[in-house]
């Protein structure tokens, strides 16, 4: 399957800076990636979908001033969670999709970020 | 609204077998997907039904019901490494992903 890798795997930062997370698929283009937070027991929560080239897709309640999302290139895409708080400690997953004839449009997920902020 | 519903946590003991179900109401239907996520991991694909039916894929097979918004994922002969979290997600009308949040299942020896 295709591989998406996300980097940092884990941070740990004061309130008030801002953390980047990085996305990448390794074997293929993507040109729309997904970034999803999951807080414990929870389930993923789609934050906004990427796409290569344009502005990102925002679900409604997610604050695109806090949580910049750049997709420069078919291959990278990163969130920058800007002035971070406490409250926005969490696990924060990229994914992507490949899209091929036949596709059943199945997600393959980054290594995931958690993300600590003190 | 859309909803996709799951038990919390199931138990199940190792070398039997479990069935997690998933029932959903959503806007239109384009597929389901079963998702498998260890604690601290992120999810990792199991399998997607779009017709109904039974689709076997080595000890994990997923079944799909649309006249009844219900699918399940049945598990043979369960091993440890089988305790996660089973994530049922359906395709909308818009080809987006709605999420269930999730079945804990935990494997005893």
């Known amino acids: 399957g295709a591989v998406v890798s996300q980097h940092p795997s884990w941070v740990i930062c004061k309130s008030g800076t801002s953390v980047k997370i990085e996305c990448r698929s390794l074997?293929?283009?993507?040109?729309?990636m997904f970034w999803y937070r999951q807080f414990p027991k929870q389930s993923l929560m789609l934050m906004a979908t990427s796409n290569e080239g344009s502005k990102a897709t925002y679900e409604q309640g997610v604050e695109k001033d806090k949580f910049l999302i750049n997709h420069a290139s078919l291959t990278l895409s990163t969130l920058t969670v800007t002035s971070a708080h406490p409250e926005d400690s969490s696990f924060y997953i990229c994914s992507a999709r490949v899209l091929l004839a036949g596709d059943t449009g199945e997600l393959f997920f980054g290594e995931g970020s958690r993300l600590t902020v003190l | 609204g859309q909803n996709i519903d799951q038990p919390t946590e199931m138990t199940a003991t190792e070398g039997a077998i479990v069935q997690i179900n998933c029932t959903y109401q959503t806007s239109g239907f384009n597929g389901l997907f079963w998702y498998q996520q260890h604690a601290g991991e992120a999810p990792t694909f199991l399998s997607y039904n779009v017709l109904d039916g039974l689709e076997e894929k080595g000890r994990f097979s997923s079944f799909l019901s649309r006249s009844k918004g219900y699918s399940y994922l049945l598990l043979k002969e369960l091993q440890m490494k089988d305790s996660a979290s089973y994530l049922c997600?359906?395709?909308?009308?818009?080809?987006?992903?709605?999420w269930g949040a999730g079945t804990k299942l935990i494997i005893k020896p």
């Open positions: 997600a359906v395709k909308d009308s818009n080809y987006q992903l709605i």
């Open positions: 074997d293929f283009q993507a040109t729309t």
